[in-house]
């Protein structure tokens, strides 16, 4: 029941206000407004991210519309090193130990300015909300699944999206399913003891089949002084509302991946298996190897060669190599260059790039180069 002060209280308190004049009144707002926005400051915080990447490209073969071999290629290239994306992130602190975080990213190109490397979607690459405490991370929207994200730690060239990476043969197989998980929902472990796992489910949408578009994958993953180890699968249905995205991305395949990076000094070896096993398709068995070497704070040097071999057909094999070197102008500016080879056998298509550019290359041998410049911010 109301205190019967109440009433009393709130007329004193409307006298008392009413006799204050407009230019107080408006002071005062001012003053509360600002309070109120330095309490909000103080618990939030938004930042805006990007990166800019952009270079030169030649190759000694490129296929035309019908995957044939058009002659050599000159051009523009966009994202040689990072997909060209920007975004912005955000936290949140709800106390006791409770976080809110948002990210929202999207990808363009720098040669053209429209929409790329997000599936042609505003935001994309990563749209989600997520709450944060001491037992773990639990995330709703579109992001990356625990499975790409265990493919890329371990690999040797810092998941370089052209030349030849983890990330190329990746989308070689399954296009953007499981790299921009639409509808997923994620929960991602502290790390206990050097361990950390972390679970999704994707949901398809579709009215009356739950299996239509559904994905799911765990990861678990070990971290120590000088090794990190990595393990992860994933499965998945086609159909469902992703399936409408312009990269459909709701490939139905199954994957796996095992792999292992270890740090001696300024030198970083990495090795790893993976298989993408397509609905109707290969099942890509995929070993790489590979190493990056700081020279110095500003000099880097890395390598990688990966063997893919179709497990239904061993005609179906390709070989992939890359050799990289970057110089960091300052802690956000870098020039890079870099050469790949690669050579496919039977119905094998492996191309250089997670992208336009070479999304599949010819049968036989195909030399490129690649240097450019990239910004982060």
Known sequence: MRNKNTNNTETIIVLKLNRINRTHCSQALV?????????SHAQSNVSLYGVLDAGLLYASHYPNA????????????????????????????????MKLKFKLESGFSTGTGALANSNKNEFGRQAYVALENGYGTVAAGLQ?????????????????????????????NVAVTGMFNSNAITYTSPKVGGFSGSAMMALGGEAGDFAAGRQYAVRLSYDAAFVHLDAAMYNGDS????????VPSTVAFAGRTLGAKFYLGSLALGVAYSLYKVAGGFSSQVYGTGLSYDVNSFWNLNAGTWY????????????????????????????????????????????????????HEVAGSTTAVNIGIRHRF
């Not at 523009?76 to 130990?97: C, H, K, R, T, Y």
């Not at 159909?239 to 312009?246: E, L, M």
């Open 31 to 39: 003053a509360l407004a600002l309070l109120y926005a330095a309490q």
């Open 144 to 172: 990356y699944s625990p499975f790409l994200l265990s493919v890329i730690s371990t690999d040797p060239r810092g998941n370089s999206y052209f030349f030849g990476s983890s990330e190329t043969l990746y989308v070689d």
């Open 239 to 246: 159909g469902g509302t992703a399936a409408s995205t312009p």
């Open 308 to 359: 893919t071999r179709n497990g239904n057909n061993s005609a179906d094999h390709s070989i992939l190599a890359a050799v990289g070197t970057s110089y960091s102008l300052s802690k956000r500016t870098a020039l890079y260059a870099q050469v790949g080879f690669v050579n496919n056998h039977g119905k094998m298509t492996t191309g250089f790039i997670a992208g336009p550019a070479l999304p």
């Open 66 to 97: 019908h995957g044939a071999n058009a002659g050599p290629l000159y051009a523009f290239n966009d994202s040689g090193v990072s997909a060209s994306s920007f975004g912005m992130q955000g936290i949140e602190d709800l106390g006791g130990g």
